[in-house]
């Protein structure tokens, strides 16, 4: 479902992974883990990992709002100095806009990361878990940049294998194929 999927696992996705830290940590303690232990964060820690899950969703809404109102501004000028080389003109500072916004969910994201660990293992209330896990990124800032380089490689590196397969596979195909 298209809008209330995304709502959904929005709101959904930190109860999930307070459920997996939940496992890990019995698991940790010598315990077998079983398919509903999976599920724990609905049982256990239910409350506070849905009000985790919503203030991600109120974050990414005011990220969204931001970039909204930036990219209105933008094309306003656009529009205003009406100019068909506008764009070619002020590519870098389009690329710089695009920068700048990626940069806005960087805060976000470390709020985000270890709060549900947090949430599920610790009993913190939400916001709370959101200040930690913020506090907690920033001490660990150097792992944490190492492990986005990797991970911003391997998505290129599986891009651009797509992109030459998906090509390939259009020089072999016949037309409209």
């Known amino acids: 479902i298209p809008v209330v999927g995304s709502l ?22 010598g315990e077998a883990i079983q398919v509903p232990d999976l599920f724990g964060g609905f049982s256990q820690r239910r409350n506070p990992l849905i009000m985790l899950g919503l203030f991600h969703l109120l974050f990414a809404f005011l990220l969204g709002l931001i970039f909204v109102v930036i990219t209105i501004v933008f094309f306003f000028f656009f529009f205003l100095v009406n100019n068909a080389g506008f764009m070619q003109q002020h590519l870098f500072g389009i690329m ?3 920068f700048f916004l990626g940069l806005l969910t960087i805060p976000a994201a470390m709020g985000f990361w270890f709060a549900p660990s947090l949430v599920a293992l610790e009993d913190l209330p939400a916001w709370p878990s959101i200040k930690a896990s913020f506090t907690a990124s920033l001490k660990n800032w150097s792992a944490l940049l190492v492990y986005g380089l990797i991970v911003l490689l391997a998505s290129l590196a599986v891009g651009l294998l797509v992109g030459l397969l998906a090509g390939l596979l259009g020089a072999f195909l016949p037309r409209g194929g």
Request: proline share 4%; net charge positive; no cysteine.
């Open 8 to 29: 959904v696992t929005t709101i959904l996705g930190p109860v999930f992974a307070g459920g997996l830290m939940l496992a890990a940590a019995a698991q940790k303690r």
């Open 96 to 98: 710089l806009l695009v």
